[in-house]
T-cell receptor
């Protein structure tokens, strides 16, 4: 069975600081991994995805994530936080890209001026 | 491209009532999935429809049912509503027939906020 654990339900950073949101997964077969962002009262927007190939994945808005099989991790980073990055971030895993997504509990990112 | 559209955006129902939520997938998508997101939680998979059939189902009771129409749009029905059914219901669409290497990830709608009182 697959599962996702997001370490830290709340992360607070200063504007311009590094953003690091942690995600660990459990899967019996090579998974597809995703990061989604959710702004208040809105749906989910895809930030980036890992399917196969290059383990460092670049997404929208300057975010990137690295798939580390040995650590079963897929942490999300951004070198410099903007105020507009404040939102809820969800890591998700699936066995096939259009299939059932298993989500983590989410991490709320706050950005201080 | 209108993306995934859901209606209504907000809904208030009384315990015991029935509700129907609607979803139109992104243009070119043929698969629709429904998720329930309780406050402060990640979305939970309810079920997925493809070719008008329920293809996969999560751990939800039979009170939750759905339908997919020939134009790929979908409905989620919930009977005998409980207070615990209050949540944001998200619809996601994807393309099961995308060419190899093409995008098949799920795109989400804005959701329907259901409140059961």
């Amino acid at each position: 069975a697959q599962s996702v654990t997001q370490l830290g339900s709340h992360v607070s950073v200063s504007e311009g600081a590094l953003v690091l949101l942690r995600c660990n997964y459990s899967s019996s077969v090579p998974p597809y991994l995703f990061w989604y962002v959710q702004y208040p009262n809105q749906g989910l927007q895809l930030l980036l995805k890992y399917t196969t190939g290059a383990t460092l994945v670049k997404g929208i808005n300057g975010f990137e994530a690295e798939f580390k099989k040995s650590e079963t991790s897929f942490h999300l980073t951004k070198p410099s936080a903007h105020m507009s990055d404040a939102a809820e971030y969800f890591c998700a895993v699936t066995l096939n890209q259009g299939g059932k997504l298993i989500f983590g509990q989410g991490t709320e990112l706050s950005v201080k001026p | 491209d209108a993306g995934v559209t859901q209606s209504p955006t907000h809904l208030i129902k009384t315990r015991g009532q029935q509700v129907t939520l609607r979803c139109s997938p992104k243009s070119g998508h043929d698969t629709v999935s429904w998720y329930q997101q309780a406050l402060g939680q990640g979305p939970q998979f309810i079920f997925q429809y493809y070719e008008e059939e329920e293809r996969q189902r999560g751990n939800f009771p039979d009170r939750f049912s759905g339908h997919q129409f020939p134009n790929y749009s979908s409905e989620l029905n919930v009977n005998a509503l409980l207070l615990g059914d209050s949540a944001l219901y998200l619809c996601a669409s994807s393309n099961d027939r995308a060419p190899i290497g093409g995008p098949t990830e799920a795109f989400f709608g804005q959701g329907t906020r259901l409140t059961v009182v």
